[in-house]
């Protein structure tokens, strides 16, 4: 089965600088990939998701994520974070058809004013 | 509005208690899944369900169950094999149109006393 690793646990960031949430991904065929973010207290939302064709994608809020095959990474990046931005991520990875969905643990980001 | 409603938000119980969690959709989809969030290991899947009257297991399908009788509902059933069920749970229905992208509830948190 797939799993998704999210090496960082927690992230602090300043309001304006720029940020990446690293994600590493394990499968054995080309997967389907997706960012989701989580408000305190709520369910989860879509950021945004690959699927195939060109390896960057971009998302909500400014949000963007670049897939590499060669590295099994679909890092997500953001060029200026904002105070609302904070929040915590997950990245996923689906096999096919959503049935076998798996999260990372996720990455919680604080944004200093 | 389309959407999931996951009731209760918060549910208290006493230990050796069976406790039904209710998840509902009018989004017109055949997948839906449980999955269970603890601080620190991302979602599990609990179960999953791609089409009425059908379910299957997922990582942690020990000490839950599930029913899928109509297309819109997919309640869980928290039992008390369950041995730590102190979680915050998340429903969750995809189109299963091999976008793999889901939709959230906002979650039920459950408190074992």
């Known amino acids: 089965a797939q799993s998704v690793t999210q090496p960082d646990i927690h992230i602090t960031v300043s309001e304006g600088a720029s940020l990446e949430l690293r994600c590493n991904y394990s499968y054995g065929a080309t997967p389907y990939l997706f960012w989701y973010v989580q408000s305190p207290g709520q369910g989860l939302q879509l950021l945004l998701k690959?699927?195939?064709?060109?390896?960057l994608v971009q998302g909500i809020k400014g949000f963007e994520a670049e897939f590499k095959r060669s590295q099994s990474s679909f890092n997500l990046r953001k060029p200026s974070v904002h105070w609302s931005d904070a929040a915590e991520y997950f990245c996923a990875v689906g096999a096919f058809f959503g049935s076998d969905m798996r999260f990372g643990a996720g990455t919680r980001l604080t944004v200093k004013p | 509005d389309g959407g999931i409603t996951q009731s209760p938000k918060y549910l208290f119980r006493k230990e050796g208690q069976n406790v039904t969690l209710s998840c509902e959709q009018n989004?017109?989809?055949?997948?839906m899944y449980w999955y269970r969030q603890d601080p620190g290991q991302g979602l599990r899947l609990i179960y999953y369900s791609q089409i009425v009257n059908d379910f299957q297991k997922g990582d942690i399908a020990e000490g839950y169950s599930v029913s899928r009788e109509k297309k819109e509902s997919f309640p869980l059933t928290v039992t008390s094999a369950q041995k730590n069920p102190t979680a915050f749970y998340l429903c969750?229905?995809?189109?299963?149109?091999?976008?793999?992208?889901?939709?959230f509830g906002e979650g039920s948190r459950l408190t074992v006393l």
């Open positions: 690959y699927f195939s064709g060109d390896t």
């Open positions: 969750a229905s995809g189109t299963g149109a091999n976008t793999g992208e889901l939709f």
């Open positions: 989004l017109n989809h055949d997948a």
